[in-house]
């Protein structure tokens, strides 16, 4: 499944899809302008680079919750005009999503109808994302490309490639520990690396105490947020649709076959590891139990959508790309959505599909053990 090098065809596909989706974002770029997180990320980095506090209160936006890194960073575009600013932005969290993925699907014209279904579906989970401005698109092509990193034995690179996705946002954490067992040197001294450098980096610009401070007022803005933001969680899903008995234990359910799973896979698969079924299932995971999910977020998983692919049988790939297609159409604005719940124009379908899948990944993970189990067992009986 992994695509170990790019050939120039590969390239002109990851180029053509970023041109492709930048394409059809730009009218409405240049007619609606800024919105609430690209406001945020604007105001984050301007009061960074003016001396402020990039994580107070806003005039604008919402409250920034980034790394001084990225604060640093995005002065890039917040100091160009409101139309190239979301042009290049979206270039980049598009082309970051493409060059991921492709570390481990490989595109040309002999995909399989099944694969461009897929595809299509991708692309227009990351055409919700984008009308946002959100981050996502390029944390998780980030996360793919670490992880890619590390199936090619590339330790160190992978380490610090992941502790650069941290740096920007906590979510490929979730894949950064478990991949410290089996333990590697390299891949650990990367990863410690990486996230000292991208922590200290920050000090060529602010000062060693100024740095340490923003870091300091970051965290805090993190978890008083967390504190308010239930959105399309799991749990927050069932309790607007007045499951009120069933929310808390679906949630510690769901958590602990996560834990036992995730975590569980990493010991018992030590040669053919299921990288596709466990990075679906850890994204899965992250949106149905995280109490900051809402329907931009969902493009997390859309990469998953051609990782799982290759891995099943026809009549499987069938059903779960109509399903991811179907998950995908029915946000958009196409007709009047369905599956909807008026208290804050939350979507339904989004959780609910992204529980499908987590069901599949986790049914797949864990027959995965089963078969594990049998063929310890079937070689033992044959040397004893």
């Given at each position: 499944?992994?695509?170990?090098?790019?050939?120039?065809?590969?390239?002109?596909?990851?180029?053509?899809?970023t041109l492709w989706s930048v394409a059809f974002l730009l009218p409405f770029f240049w007619k609606k302008g800024l919105g609430?997180?690209?406001?945020?990320?604007?105001?984050?980095?301007?009061?960074?680079?003016?001396?402020?506090?990039?994580?107070?209160?806003?005039?604008?936006?919402?409250?920034?919750?980034?790394?001084?890194?990225?604060?640093?960073?995005?002065?890039?575009?917040?100091?160009?005009?409101?139309?190239?600013?979301?042009?290049?932005?979206?270039?980049?969290?598009?082309f970051v999503l493409c060059f991921g993925i492709n570390q481990w699907v490989k595109w040309?014209?002999?995909?399989?109808?099944?694969?461009?279904?897929?595809?299509?579906?991708?692309?227009?989970?990351?055409?919700?994302s984008q009308r946002y401005h959100q981050a996502n698109a390029l944390i998780i092509g980030i996360t793919l490309w670490g992880?890619?990193?590390?199936?090619?034995?590339?330790?160190?690179?992978a380490g610090v490639i992941l502790a650069l996705g941290i740096n920007i946002k906590?979510?490929?954490?979730?894949?950064?520990?478990?991949?410290?067992?089996?333990?590697?040197?390299?891949?650990?001294?990367?990863?410690?690396?990486?996230?000292?450098?991208?922590f200290i980096l920050p000090i060529l610009f602010v000062g060693w105490e100024r740095n340490l401070y923003l870091h300091q007022q970051q965290f805090a803005a993190i978890f008083s947020d967390l504190e308010h933001r239930k959105m399309l969680d799991i749990k927050n899903v069932l309790l607007r649709?007045?499951?009120?008995?069933?929310?808390?234990?679906?949630?510690?359910?769901?958590?602990?076959?996560?834990?036992?799973?995730?975590?569980?896979?990493?010991?018992?698969?030590?040669?053919?590891?299921?990288?596709a079924s466990w990075i679906s299932f850890g994204v899965a995971s992250c949106l149905l139990l995280s109490p900051r999910t809402e329907s931009p977020t969902f493009v997390l998983l859309a990469p998953c959508y051609l990782l799982l692919m290759p891995e099943k049988s026809v009549s499987e790939k069938s059903i779960t790309a109509i399903a991811f297609f179907f998950i995908s159409i029915v946000f958009t604005a196409v007709w009047d959505p369905f599956f909807h719940l008026s208290i804050q124009n939350n979507y339904v379908?989004?959780?609910?599909?992204?529980?499908?899948?987590?069901?599949?990944?986790?049914?797949?993970?864990?027959?995965?053990?089963?078969?594990?189990?049998?063929?310890?067992?079937?070689?033992?009986?044959?040397?004893?």
């Open positions: 499944m992994l695509t170990k090098t790019k050939t120039p065809t590969q390239w002109a596909w990851i180029t053509g899809l609430v997180v690209s406001k945020t990320f604007m105001e984050g980095s301007l009061r960074f680079w003016s001396g402020g506090n990039p994580y107070a209160t806003p005039e604008i936006g919402d409250v920034f919750h980034y790394s001084p890194l990225f604060a640093a960073f995005y002065g890039i575009f917040a100091y160009a005009s409101h139309q190239i600013h979301l042009t290049l932005w979206a270039a980049l969290n598009s040309d014209k002999k995909m399989g109808f099944w694969l461009w279904l897929a595809l299509a579906a991708m692309l227009m989970e990351l055409d919700i992880m890619a990193l590390y199936k090619e034995k590339n330790f160190f690179a906590i979510i490929p954490i979730l894949f950064a520990l478990p991949l410290l067992w089996p333990l590697n040197r390299n891949y650990i001294l990367g990863l410690l690396s990486g996230l000292f450098l991208f649709l007045e499951y009120d008995r069933i929310a808390e234990p679906v949630q510690i359910a769901i958590t602990g076959i996560f834990v036992w799973v995730f975590c569980l896979s990493r010991f018992i698969f030590k040669n053919n590891f299921p990288w379908s989004k959780v609910m599909g992204t529980f499908l899948i987590w069901a599949l990944c986790a049914g797949q993970l864990i027959w995965g053990f089963i078969q594990t189990r049998r063929e310890t067992t079937r070689l033992i009986e044959i040397h004893a």
